[in-house]
């Protein structure tokens, strides 16, 4: 009885202490499927330097050996030179749909991370809700031993029946069969635990709330923006070509030097030098400025259709926008409906308390039998089952808040 007692004990106190984060967000951080989403956000970041979204630079260089047909001298060439090449509105829109990219995968991040954390947490939550379960088949099978017990005892003075007592022994295989099932699903949640590196959870953790600030960049609503954006970049490729092409360059040259620059009405610049070191460019310049118009009878129609899907791909934004905020207000007004719930649960749980001890008092003092007292421990540890399931709803709705808010806890915190 003291034995019970005692684990009880730990029980109840245990729930009252927090446990650091930063021990299960590493564990969270050597999942596979979180290095795998990382991995992806980190290749996607390396797209911002590359070219075409930076200036491109270029170096060549030429040798060559050739002989006169005429006068049968060999002669010789060499020239080296560079070239950079930069898309002034070609870049920004790339650079837009990257950032947008890493945005999406960011969220994705997040998504695998929560998820792998939720995956911690419910096997934490097994171990502890199967201990209890052990115990609770423990005073489940005393108290069938000790009705049966008392069912045998009438019997031998008449005042039962055989039946009454086969009853009671059936009680108690049930009773004990039940305890190997809870015992078993207490080990293979052990062995969770030891595969997932986790220790023995005897408190439970605090996980913060997500500042009310917080942007929300969803999957969901990045995909929606990056539609808008591709439809956006669309339209203004179909205002573009509604005007001439037009292309402006021009070079220079004298002695062996030759700079050369070009610009379209799409900003696309280039800038290129190159050096003959035989000097025989011979100094001139040219300036040239080139047109082109394209007749396109389906233009119209297409703007305006691309106008149509862009309203709608704006509608679509708003909406999934809306949404999101919808389930930030839902998952918070339930956490706090939760929080509610625990709170009287904990007064529930500290009354059947109360009752366990009133009981083990009359225990001592013969007022009770011991079926009472295990009665009243049985309750208690019910309570103590609804308040780890309360727990565990609660972690569970942080969880889709962290996730609704696109937001992950950096260390814990």
């Known amino acids: 009885m003291h034995r019970r007692i005692h684990l009880l004990s730990l029980i109840l106190l245990g ?18 499927a979180v290095k795998s989403a990382l991995l992806q956000v980190q290749q996607t970041r390396l797209k911002l330097s590359a070219p075409g979204v930076m200036p491109t630079l270029s170096l060549d260089g030429s040798v060559g050996t050739g002989q006169s047909a005429l006068t049968g001298t060999t002669d010789t060439s060499s020239s080296a030179g560079a070239g950079l090449a930069y898309g002034f509105i070609t870049s920004a829109q790339q650079k837009a749909q990257i950032e947008l990219d890493i945005q999406k995968l960011e969220a ?48 031998a003075l008449g005042a039962s029946t055989a039946t009454q007592v086969s009853q009671s ?5 049930k009773a004990e069969l039940t305890l190997k099932q809870q015992q078993a699903a207490l ?27 917080q942007p929300s960049f969803t999957s969901e609503v990045l995909q929606a923006q990056q539609n808008v954006l591709q439809l956006q970049l669309q339209g203004f490729k179909l205002g573009m070509e509604a005007f001439p092409e037009l292309q402006l360059s021009g070079s220079y040259s004298n002695a062996g030097n030759t700079l050369s620059a070009g610009i379209n009405q799409n900003l696309d610049a280039q800038l290129n030098y190159s050096r003959d070191f035989q000097g025989n460019v011979q100094e001139s310049w040219n300036l040239k400025l080139s047109a082109k118009f394209t007749l396109d009878l389906t233009r119209g129609a297409t703007q305006a ?23 930030k207000t ?21 009354l059947s308390l109360t009752t366990f001890k009133q009981e083990q008092e009359r225990f001592k003092q013969g007022l009770v039998t011991e079926a009472s007292v295990l009665q ?38």
């Open 15 to 32: 729930s009252a202490h927090a446990t650091p984060l930063p021990a299960l967000i590493q564990r969270v951080e050597e999942q596979p």
């Open 330 to 350: 839902e998952f918070s007004q339930q956490l706090q409906d939760t929080l509610n719930l625990i709170e009287v649960s904990r007064q529930v749980q500290d």
């Open 187 to 213: 080990r293979k949640s052990v062995q969770d635990l030891q595969r997932l590196k986790l220790a023995d959870p005897q408190t439970l953790p605090e996980l913060p709330t997500p500042p009310l600030d």
């Open 169 to 173: 022994q059936l009680m108690v295989k």
């Open 108 to 155: 994705d991040l997040n998504r695998a991370r929560v998820a792998a954390l939720k995956d911690l947490l419910a096997a934490e939550h097994a171990q502890r809700k199967n201990t209890v379960l052990v115990k609770q088949a423990e005073l489940d099978l005393r108290i069938q031993q000790l009705e049966l017990k008392t069912r045998e005892a009438r019997f």
């Open 376 to 413: 009243a421990e049985s309750q208690l540890l019910k309570e103590q089952q609804n308040l780890q399931d309360l727990f565990q709803q609660q972690f569970e709705l942080q969880l889709q808040l962290w996730e609704a808010s696109t937001w992950y806890p950096q260390n814990g915190k």
């Open 305 to 327: 259709l691309n106008q149509s899907q862009l309203e709608l791909a704006l509608q679509d934004l708003v909406l999934k926008q809306q949404q999101l905020a919808e389930r």
